[in-house]
């Protein structure tokens, strides 16, 4: 467990942060860290973060002018909304990600520390390489705002099972996580990289330790041609998602949807979020991208949740594109993992940071003041 001198010195660390990282003097922005994360990760951890991403999700949202609209009244303005019941300074999330310790030895917590310190939302991996109760307790410690903190949500994995997966998701209950995240997009995935000993999904039981599955993100490794038979039959499906929703009171969002009669299904089962997401391209090869699936959730969902946006964002504009496009919040993955390999719980710190600035001058030079002043109108495809 996480002891209080350890975490003093974390978080003193995490608040030197702006300081520290801006005398380097080459970071300015959130965008800036991947190259330097490239340069420092041994070659075949930077193949396992960088995998899949060919690039397309961000060309997606580039394609996108942004309006100026100068001479508004901008003085009262802020990012600042709130979600599942929790206040968040700004409407950018750290998407789960698996093994952190493979990128820096502060790992997950040293993450939930900067996402605490600098009132983001953070959404912890079933597959965290540090316990979930010690990560939820640094985001709450970290974040001065108010006494008691922000807690983290949990993405929970189907553990092949209804009582496996039960198991995991009271694990996260009584950590006090704030919302579940079911990820339900990567019921069958490759990947290549093998854990260097003493990292592992230390959160799983016996069953996610089994061989063939350490070294994966989700799933075993794939093996035979038999998908069907092995990996298929353990995955999740609608009749899950609805056992789910009645195992929990937890707001319980779906990530992973692209299709709106899934999201549409989603809601009507009762969940409170829809996550619209490629995964980051690390999954469904020739997937669409998220920014081009996000009209169509929007239009069918209607307002009745939120929609959480992530794959492809690496700056503050993009969110804003996003945010246009009807998302009401978006989630980053890759860019603060580089914050992490550049600087651990500090290098975190300043990505967010950095986001957070990009949006206020994206925003303040395109006139809105708010959150929900930020709409289609303001972006075109016209270059
Ligand atoms: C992921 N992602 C992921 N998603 C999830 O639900 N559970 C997980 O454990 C992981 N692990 C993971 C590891 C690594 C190395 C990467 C790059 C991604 C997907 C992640 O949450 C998110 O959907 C994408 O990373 C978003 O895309 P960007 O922001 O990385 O482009």
Redesign the pocket.
Known sequence: MLNTSDFSSHLSRVQASEQAINSSGKLHAAADYLPLAQAHLAPELWA??????SGR??QALERFCIMPRPLRQLQSGHTSLTLFGQRFEHPFLL?????QR?FHNDGEIGTALAAGAQGAGL?V????SQALEDIALAMRQSDGRHSGGTSPCF?L?WQGNRERTLTLLRRAEEAGYAAV?F?V??PVKVVSLQLPDGIRAVNLSAYGEKSGERET??EPRLRSSSVFQTWMAKAPNWEDVAWLRRQTELPLLI??LLHPNDAEQAVSLGCDGI?V??????VLRGAPT?LASLPAIVKTVNGRVPILF?????CGRDAFVALAFGATAV?????Y?AGLVCGGALGVAHVIRLLRDELELTMALAGCAELRDINHECINDMN
């Open positions: 396992y973060l960088a995998q899949g991403d999700n961000q998407a789960p990600i698996a093994y493979l959404v991996s079933s597959l965290a993405q994995y995240m990820t997009d990567a993100e989700g990530k992973g996550v997401s490629n995964h980051g391209e690390r998220s992530d794959s492809g964002i690496r989630m980053v993955g890759r860019p993992v």
